[in-house]
């Protein structure tokens, strides 16, 4: 079965930086879309940014300009660098598989989470 496994959050402070990383097994990543997720404590999951097959990305508002998304298809990976974090970006991150189309479509298919602590 599918697998995907994120990996590289933390607890960092306000300001700094995390790279994750999103392996996908048993499956190739290059003709899907992927996503990342966040789910903050207490309120619903959002998606924060995806990227296409062709490599075209999209953000939420609340990263733009500070979250870059990025796949390596030699690696079958897919990094989201987080830059200049705030304690709201205190989350649990998964990565999602999704249908190569302009506007996300999200598949059943996640990873187990990566927890992201950003303290103020």
């Known amino acids: 079965q599918v697998q995907l496994v994120e990996s590289g959050g933390g607890l960092v402070q306000a300001g700094g930086s995390l790279r994750l990383s999103c392996v996908a097994s048993?499956?190739?990543?290059?003709?899907?879309?992927v996503a990342w997720y966040r789910h903050p404590p207490g309120k619903q999951r959002e998606r924060v940014a995806s990227?296409?097959?062709?490599?075209?990305?999209d953000y939420a508002d609340s990263v733009k300009g500070r979250f870059t998304i990025d796949r390596v298809n030699a690696e079958n990976t897919v990094y989201l660098q987080m830059n200049s974090l705030k304690p709201e970006d205190t989350a649990v991150y998964y990565c999602?598989?999704?249908?190569?189309?302009?506007?996300?479509?999200?598949?059943?298919?996640w990873g187990q989470g990566t927890q992201v602590t950003v303290s103020s």
């Open positions: 990227i296409t097959s062709g490599g075209t990305a």
């Open positions: 999602n598989l999704g249908e190569d189309r302009n506007t996300y479509t999200p598949y059943n298919y």
């Open positions: 048993r499956i190739t990543l290059r003709p899907y879309a």
